[in-house]
């Protein structure tokens, strides 16, 4: 199955069964009234009996995946091959039983469901609530993705090896969360989520310079003896946007429970997985006790961001 597609009919056919639109072409015999007299004589010409359709011998069918991998099997586990197709019968109606489908129907119905669930959504709530619940979740993500990327390069470019193992887990979780977004999204969606992101963050350059500055100087001010305060305080920055968004998804599941009676928080485990790691490129238990102006600056964006005019894409 890891190396060939195998749909119904391709199975069926390899399995020595014959094609329902298969026509033999074999004359069928002329049928003779004996009611009437009819003989195979007609008067004094002999008919000669129309000739027995030949039976030709079933081409046996070549080998497939299947059938190596049950021979691979046998040799391995010195099982009968009859044993194994029987285990594997057992499998097949215990998965009926328990009224598991298969991949293609699971997907199929899978599909349908989500169709439901977005027509459900567009009829329920308005355009900008259906931005605010699934795309800006996506673009406060990217954003805090930036700052790691700033983190990175820091780290690269001025050779901090101790960072180094951080930065390889902070990329393999970068790849997992792409992957889980491509389940929803086709690469033209995601493309356009990340250009979005990105001119969001070019058009309110100056908010995120305010904010890190603020986020600099209170570091500068608590903790004057961390060295790479710059670096730190992008890696502060990156944690306060994936509380940013937990706080968000919190504010929209209120929204959600409004109109259709319950809602529960989930936000993508990656990007709880990248707060771990952008704050394990601070000292243990670092925390900032004076956080008014850093709030005042979350405020600002957060009212930014209700204000984006979404680019859709069909």
Not at 49 to 64: I, N, R, S
Not at 215 to 232: Q, S
Not at 291 to 303: A, G, W
Request: proline content about 5%.
């Amino acid at each position: 199955m890891d190396e060939i597609e195998v749909n119904q009919r391709t199975f069926d056919a390899v399995q020595g069964k014959q094609c329902q639109f298969f026509v033999p072409k074999v004359e069928q015999p002329e049928i003779l009234d004996f009611s009437k007299g009819e003989s195979v004589c007609r008067g004094d010409v002999p008919v000669a009996e129309p000739p027995k359709p030949q039976t030709q011998e079933q081409p046996k069918p070549k080998p497939t995946v299947h059938d190596a991998t049950l021979l691979r099997l046998s040799m391995e586990k010195n099982i009968s091959i009859e044993e194994l197709e029987a285990a594997e019968r057992r499998m097949f109606e215990t998965i009926a039983e328990k009224g598991f489908l298969p991949p293609v129907m699971n997907e199929a119905r899978f599909r349908k469901q989500v169709q439901s669930d977005t027509q459900k959504m567009l009829e329920t709530f308005t355009w900008d609530e259906n931005m605010m619940i699934a795309f800006v979740p996506l673009v406060i993500s990217r954003i805090a993705w930036w700052y790691a990327e700033k983190v990175m390069k820091f780290c690269a470019d001025n050779r901090i090896q101790e960072v180094k193992k951080l930065g390889r887990t902070i990329k393999e979780v970068r790849t997992r969360y792409i992957d889980e977004l491509k389940k929803d999204l086709d690469i033209a969606h995601i493309n356009n989520v990340e250009r979005q992101s990105l001119a969001f963050i070019e058009e309110y350059k100056r908010d995120f310079t305010i904010l890190w500055f603020q986020v600099n100087g209170a570091i500068k001010r608590e903790h004057p003896e961390m060295p790479y305060n710059e670096m730190r305080t992008d890696a502060w920055c990156g944690v306060l946007m994936v509380r940013f968004l937990k706080s968000h998804n919190k504010k929209m599941d209120g929204v959600i429970a409004a109109k259709m009676g319950q809602s529960t928080s989930i936000t993508n485990p990656n990007m709880l997985k990248l707060e771990t790691l952008l704050d394990a490129y601070l000292p243990a238990g670092f925390k900032i006790q004076d956080t008014k102006q850093i709030d005042l600056c979350l405020r600002v964006l957060e009212n930014k961001v209700r204000k984006i005019d979404f680019e859709v894409i069909d």
